[in-house]
């Protein structure tokens, strides 16, 4: 359709299988990097990528024509397969099935304290 607009942003949640604290701290930002590149890789556009050594917080610009689904299943099954690649690990690496997926309109988007407005336009 011409001239169509959109603005959605989206966080979504995903878990280590069983939990485990392996995302360790030592190289956690450089899978946060690889998982923002392969959500931008998707045609949406990472804000943000953070976690700890269990789960991982994603939040970004979401393309209307995907389905969430499908940003996460190519995030998480590429994510893992770099992982195991990487060296980092000495087991297979696996995360949990399923993520937690919320909305949010641009209003309420606050980074360090600051309302992002239209900066993320």
């Given at each position: 359709m011409a001239n169509t607009y959109s603005q959605m942003y989206v966080q979504t949640i995903f878990v280590v299988k069983y939990r485990k604290a392996i995302l360790l701290k030592d190289w956690r930002t450089e899978i946060f990097g690889v998982i923002g590149n392969l959500i931008n890789d998707t045609g949406c556009k990472?804000?943000?990528?953070?976690?700890?050594?269990?789960?991982?917080?994603?939040?970004?610009?979401?393309?209307?024509?995907?389905?969430?689904?499908?940003?996460?299943?190519?995030?998480?099954?590429?994510?893992s397969k770099w992982l195991n690649e990487s060296g980092y690990l000495r087991h297979r690496f696996e995360w949990q099935p399923g993520y937690g997926s919320f909305t949010y309109n641009l209003s309420s988007i606050l980074i360090s304290g600051k309302n992002l407005g239209d900066k993320l336009v």
């Open positions: 990472t804000v943000i990528v953070n976690g700890v050594e269990d789960h991982v917080h994603c939040f970004f610009g979401f393309n209307p024509s995907d389905r969430i689904s499908g940003v996460m299943r190519t995030v998480k099954s590429n994510s």
